[in-house]
């Protein structure tokens, strides 16, 4: 492309800028809205309690060998014995965690809440920069690009001839959403950041279930061999006092 | 845990801001991070920025977390007070905390009127029964009011659902090493190596607490611990070393008769005694008497 495309002054005061502060805006809104309506999480003590038992059940697996036989046999029968043990799990007592969530509509809620502060104001976004400012060049990068970032940086704009370092509105609209964090945790403070990607994170995580990793736990324990540690370490204390004396 | 480059940068900032250098807002918010105790500190450089209203305003947000640092400092310093000023300026911000309600239950317990303060406890865990500081504080009052019992009670209770909680096992033990119930403190020392199998200070009160107890088996197990402690301290533990011999000749005096030789290590015992030696002559020669006597005394040297 020997000449440049010269975009009109316009394009950045009543596109660019406009798209910017909108997103900003949107974004400080969203966090004051998701301000009002978070409920405060109790957790539950029984999740606390598992996760607590699954903490303490790994430091004995890592830990085992430092503990003299009798004391890892009690241990072991406390954590996988077949009646009350601390890791065992009643068969038929797994609850779905798709059953909880119905039965417990707080759950619900919460999920309801987190939906509607995430993808309400995106799609509305959305729609409305597509209305408005769909196959705009909006932007020009100051160096060029490969190919590869067309689909980046050019949504919206069906050209294979426009060179790739001129940005389309619709994807400066993504840029935007995605890169605007810094922007937020200096606007609302380091913890408050409204973050799309992590949330969609989240999102993908919901509906661990504890009793899973209770009995995950049991199994690796069980296969657990103790050997007892510390009559190597006379030997080695010996070796240590040695090199101290001499 | 406090790190080493942490514990210097603390050193660093504490000498700096002690000698006026500035830094006091950096250095309390280290104090607050690394959860060191330095209240008389935190008392005099955070009431410093509290009373001036320019530096306070500086500050934002933060002002209020700085308001419940120094509440704390205070009443851990018994300046009720000051104690009580914070925690009136926090009462107005927020009203309905939970927060503050704890910090209010802290100054009636800093005040020394426990019942008052038990009540306000018991509502807040009633409202939370999984705030962690509160159950914690209970455990503190009842054993500020001499009541071990209650407080080994509350510890167990906290124990059952927290149980991953390395602080509260250590505490645990040393109350039931205090109460010399041995068996019981054996039990937490173990739970404490389980979690942290290279901390030399457990493996050694744990061989402590087995030599108390006595008896052949577990003797021999008080020297395997007392060796991983030489081991894991590099031979630099002094009590260690004197636990060896300990150890040795007291399963000597109980395997007497018995002719029951299962010597793993037959140096040990007298290197132990050769690296005492050679520590008491470089420290402290004058004593180094004593330490024959009372090597002689154990027949082992």
């Known amino acids: ?246 | 845990m406090v790190s080493k480059t942490e514990q210097s940068q603390l050193d660093r900032l504490e000498n700096q801001v002690d000698n006026g250098g500035g830094g006091d807002w950096e250095y309390l918010c280290l104090v607050r991070k690394l959860k060191v105790r330095r209240s008389d500190k935190v008392l005099k450089y955070g009431l410093a920025i509290l009373n001036d209203p320019k530096k306070r305003s500086s500050l934002g947000q933060d002002e209020w977390t700085l308001y419940e640092q120094v509440a704390i400092a205070a009443m851990d310093c018994q300046s009720i007070d000051a104690a009580k000023d914070c925690i009136k300026v926090l009462q107005k911000k927020f009203s309905e905390s939970k927060r503050v309600g704890r910090l209010e239950a802290m100054l009636l317990e800093a005040k020394g009127s426990w019942a008052e303060a038990e009540k306000a406890y018991s509502s807040l865990l009633e409202d939370n029964p999984l705030d962690q500081v509160v159950h914690k504080r209970r455990v503190a009052m009842a054993k500020a009011q001499g009541n071990i019992s209650g407080a080994i009670e509350w510890l167990n209770k906290y124990l059952e659902i927290f149980m991953a909680d390395n602080d509260a096992w250590r505490e645990l033990a040393e109350i039931y090493v205090s109460l010399q119930m041995y068996k019981q403190a054996a039990f937490c020392y173990e739970e404490l190596i389980l979690s942290q199998p290279t901390v030399p200070l457990y493996h050694l009160a744990y061989a402590d607490v087995l030599y108390t107890l006595g008896g052949l088996e577990n003797l021999q197990m008080a020297k395997k611990y007392y060796a991983s402690t030489i081991d894991l301290t590099g031979g630099k533990n002094t009590r260690a070393l004197f636990g060896i011999c300990l150890c040795t000749s007291a399963i000597g005096h109980l395997a007497k008769g018995r002719n029951k030789e299962e010597k793993d290590s037959p140096e040990l015992q007298s290197l132990a005694v050769t690296a005492l030696e050679k520590d008491y002559k470089q420290r402290a020669p004058e004593k180094l008497s004593l330490l024959t006597t009372a090597l002689k005394s154990m027949k082992i040297s």
């Open chain 1, 1 to 246: 492309m020997a000449e440049d495309l010269v975009l009109d002054t316009a394009i950045r005061d009543w596109v660019l800028i406009p798209l910017s502060v909108v997103m900003v805006l949107i974004g400080v809104l969203r966090y004051f809205v998701s301000k009002l309506m978070r409920s405060t999480q109790v957790p539950d003590l029984k999740i606390v309690k598992e996760g607590q038992v699954i903490v303490r059940a790994r430091n004995f697996r890592a830990g085992a060998n430092f503990i003299p036989p009798r004391s890892y046999r009690a241990r072991k029968i406390y954590f996988t014995n077949e009646e009350n043990g601390l890791l065992h799990v009643p068969k038929g007592q797994t609850p779905n965690p798709q059953a909880q969530m119905f039965s417990d509509p707080n759950m619900a809620m919460d999920m309801m809440k987190k939906n509607l502060s995430m993808i309400i104001p995106q799609t509305l976004t959305f729609a409305w920069v597509n209305f408005f400012f769909s196959g705009f060049v909006a932007a020009k990068i100051p160096f060029p690009l490969t190919q590869r970032f067309r689909s980046m940086l050019q949504n919206g704009i069906d050209l294979s001839t426009v060179d790739v370092s001129y940005v389309s509105s619709r994807s400066w609209y993504f840029l935007n959403l995605f890169g605007l964090r810094g922007l937020f945790s200096l606007i609302l403070g380091e913890e408050n950041a409204v973050d799309d990607t992590q949330r969609m994170m989240q999102m993908g995580g919901f509906g661990f279930d504890p009793t899973k990793g209770l009995s995950a736990e049991k199994d690796s324990l069980d296969i657990v061999q103790h050997e007892w540690a510390l009559p190597k370490f006379e030997h080695r204390a010996e070796a240590v006092l040695r090199k101290l004396v001499h």
